[in-house]
Nanobody
């Protein structure tokens, strides 16, 4: 099982980045995909979630209207398009795949650093 994030980096305030999460080793379309982030000294927080079929996503209030989550089940890849980036968005971003159930099963990626700074 692998989740590999990519696309992070250094960007100026107001800029954009697109993160990717490439998945292998399990049935991608059986899993809900969530992007999380963790800034230094802060708890990990959920940023955006997409359902298994790519239905209506949910977003944290802090990113709604600026970030967009999507998935391509044929490519077993999820994306997070981040626009109008702010310094407060600086964090390590993680992709997580959760299969609903009792108990749920979650796999995590290794994370990718996003730094928003001038």
């Amino acid at each position: 099982v692998q989740l590999v994030e990519s696309g992070g980096g250094l960007v100026q305030p107001g800029g954009s980045l697109r993160l990717s999460c490439a998945v292998s080793g399990f049935t991608f379309n059986s899993f809900v995909i969530t992007w999380y982030r963790q800034a230094p000294g802060k708890e990990r927080e959920s940023v955006a979630t997409t359902t298994r079929a790519g239905g209506t996503p949910t977003y944290a209030d802090s990113v709604r209207g600026r970030f967009s989550i999507s998935r391509d089940n044929a490519k077993s890849t999820a994306y997070l398009q981040m626009n109008s980036l702010k310094p407060a968005d600086t964090a390590v971003y993680y992709c997580a795949a959760t299969r609903p159930g009792s108990p749920p099963l979650t796999y995590w990626g290794q994370g990718t650093q996003v730094t928003v700074s001038s």
